[in-house]
């Protein structure tokens, strides 16, 4: 009888601290519900919070986005990555990001209806992990982001008679680091500017770095 009440003693002091240590959930996660929308045809816009119930700092955070057909992010046969969000440097201990709206540059994906996971990530490495609720449908656009810079909106041009012109909105960079931009306006035979030749009509010097 000794031997059973200690074991049934010990049992029940490990499920208490499993308990314990789980109530708040994890030192580093992500605060939702947390969304994505598009924002222009190369870029969306994320919300969502981080906050950091450890007692360090944490590494360089980031949020990583992917589209797949399952809801099940591991089970789905088709993953698509989205784009990547620089968050911050680092997180202060026992303190928060509150949610707010971001937005960043999009990968575009084959178009279709998908369920959304983001991956917060510090130091490159998955922290948290969380499924959009609602999916996301896409289709086809007018521009593609290749990189972290994106247009914020899409750009347009106006032609009357011999003058044309070139309505080019802000650029943002959801990276970590400063780019060198230059914008070009060109002529192309085809919707995919790589799918055939093309020609430079000329550049514009609003901006050089981003």
Do not use: W
């Amino acid at each position: 009888m000794q031997i059973r009440t200690a074991v049934f003693l010990t049992l029940l002091l490990m499920i208490g601290d499993s308990l314990a240590a789980g109530r708040d959930g994890p030192d580093l996660e992500l605060v939702c519900p947390c969304t994505l929308e598009a924002a222009s045809s190369s870029s969306t816009i994320s919300s969502f919070g981080v906050i950091n119930r450890g007692s360090s700092a944490t590494g360089e955070l980031a949020l990583a986005a992917y589209a797949h057909s399952d809801r099940d992010y591991f089970a789905s046969s088709t993953s698509e990555y989205l784009g990547q969000l620089a968050i911050s440097p680092s997180l202060s201990a026992n303190t928060q990001i509150n949610k707010t709206a971001y937005q960043t540059s999009l990968n575009q994906p084959s178009n279709g209806t998908y369920h959304i996971t983001f991956l917060l990530l510090e130091d490159g490495s998955v922290s948290d992990r969380t499924l959009m609720s609602e999916q996301v449908s896409f289709g086809d656009v007018a521009s593609r982001a290749f990189s972290d810079l994106y247009f914020t909106t899409d750009p347009s041009i106006s032609i009357a008679g011999s003058t044309l012109t070139l309505n080019v909105p802000g650029i943002g960079n959801s990276g970590s680091s400063n780019q060198t931009v230059e914008v070009l306006l060109t002529a192309t035979e085809n919707q995919d500017f790589f799918a055939g030749p093309f020609v430079t009509i000329g550049p514009y010097d609003g901006v050089s770095q981003v």
